[in-house]
């Protein structure tokens, strides 16, 4: 069960809403699941718990108990749905004092996961996709909550410099298009633009890391099986992308938060199905073949998954991700590609976190290159 019942003031907002009792909600069962979802959480608390409030985790949230009762279903033994667990904490107080105006006291060590997405995921390429780089990627940036100032600042003084007030988009800078066609005309200063944006994304704690995998292999290894399915990518990279954001956090004691580019109704949603099914059921890879990776537990999961939410490019380290993304996913094609080649350089890949031999384990996941070279070791 996703939920948080220890009686600590860390985890208190000042929006929060109390139940005095609990009411039916006329729209349905779910004020029931609540009240069974707050009974277990007085039967774990430690001491007896006079009072169970809901603390919401974003102010955009404020006083919508109805709309959290209405969209929790099932007992309480089931997972709380990701779109209601990426909106709310539970909080269980063991006296009677009114703590609205405390504050939610976020652990430093705390890792969150920026995740944009490469390439089509659809299963067969459409005209616009560059051969030579056929592949679909979720990935991006991982990065402490006491590295996050540092990154945030760096980006706002080299858009300062350059005069930059609108989002980053890799594919814009790359091509020197849209609000980034004057790109083409620095002449000598293209140079000190790229220079610059590399030293931007050179902040300390910030690794990037992805899920890729080779449209050309997977069609090869996968067509018969899933015929008809053209979202099977998606659901191929994600869950790995997860796992090995999970392992590093349980490595580092600490919880993890996701933030995923909104891209979609339908690809949205998808995305919140495989977060919540990865808590239920684990991977959703056939175990006889995925026990080499000793593959994590649902309540692995659970355990360490803090918050999922949709981000839109606004965000800054959104941006960011979207920068490291496409060099992480190309450069498994072509290690010498310049803006790959000096993340390597500088350490800024998530596998320059480990050794050599937990690399292919832990680090980013490059799936169906069977035919590709291996990219040479990164340390």
């Not at 667990?85 to 890792?111: I, K, P, S, W, Y």
């Not at 083409?184 to 590399?198: K, M």
Request: a positive charge; charged letters at 30%.
């Amino acid at each position: 069960m996703i939920v948080n019942s220890t009686p600590t003031r860390k985890h208190a907002r000042a929006d929060t809403v109390s139940h005095r009792p609990l009411q039916p909600e006329s729209r349905g069962q779910s004020a029931g699941g609540l009240q069974r979802i707050c009974a277990r959480l007085a039967k774990d608390c430690p001491t007896e718990c006079q009072e169970v409030r809901l603390a919401f985790a974003d102010d955009r949230e404020r006083g919508k108990a109805g709309t959290v009762q209405r969209s929790l279903r099932g007992p309480a033994a089931r997972p709380i749905s990701g779109r209601v667990f990426r909106t709310l904490n539970f909080l269980v107080f063991t006296d009677g004092n009114d703590r609205a105006g405390a504050e939610r006291l976020t652990d430093q060590n705390e890792l969150y996961l920026y995740v944009d997405d490469s390439g089509s995921r659809f299963v067969t390429r459409h005209p616009g996709d560059i051969p030579k780089f056929d592949y679909f990627a979720l990935g991006g940036v991982i990065i402490r909550e006491s590295d996050k100032p540092a990154a945030k600042s760096k980006y706002g003084h080299f858009c300062k410099k350059w005069n930059i007030d609108y989002p980053l988009h890799s594919v814009k800078i790359r091509n020197a298009s849209g609000p980034f066609r004057w790109i083409a005309r620095l002449g000598a200063r293209r140079e000190e633009f790229f220079a610059d944006l590399h030293e931007m994304m050179r902040s300390p704690g910030l690794h990037a890391l992805a899920s890729t995998v080779h449209r050309p292999g997977y069609v090869a290894r996968y067509k018969e099986k899933f015929p008809d399915s053209k979202w099977k990518l998606c659901q191929t990279v994600f869950p790995i992308l997860v796992e090995r954001a999970v392992r590093y956090a349980i490595q580092l004691d600490t919880k993890l938060h996701i933030y995923v580019e909104r891209s979609g109704g339908k690809e949205d949603r998808l995305i919140e199905r495989y977060v919540d099914e990865v808590q239920v059921k684990g991977m959703p890879f056939d175990k006889s073949n995925s026990v080499k990776y000793a593959p994590l537990q649902p309540t692995d999961f659970s355990q360490r998954i803090s918050e999922f939410d949709f981000k839109n490019k606004e965000t800054r380290l959104m941006q960011i991700a979207d920068l490291m993304l496409y060099a992480v996913a190309r450069g498994r094609y072509e290690p010498t590609y310049k803006a790959y080649a000096a993340l390597a350089r500088d350490k800024m890949l998530f596998d320059s976190l480990f050794s050599a031999e937990e690399v292919p384990f832990r680090g980013s996941k490059y799936s169906c290159f069977d035919n590709i070279s291996e990219k040479p070791g990164i340390r």
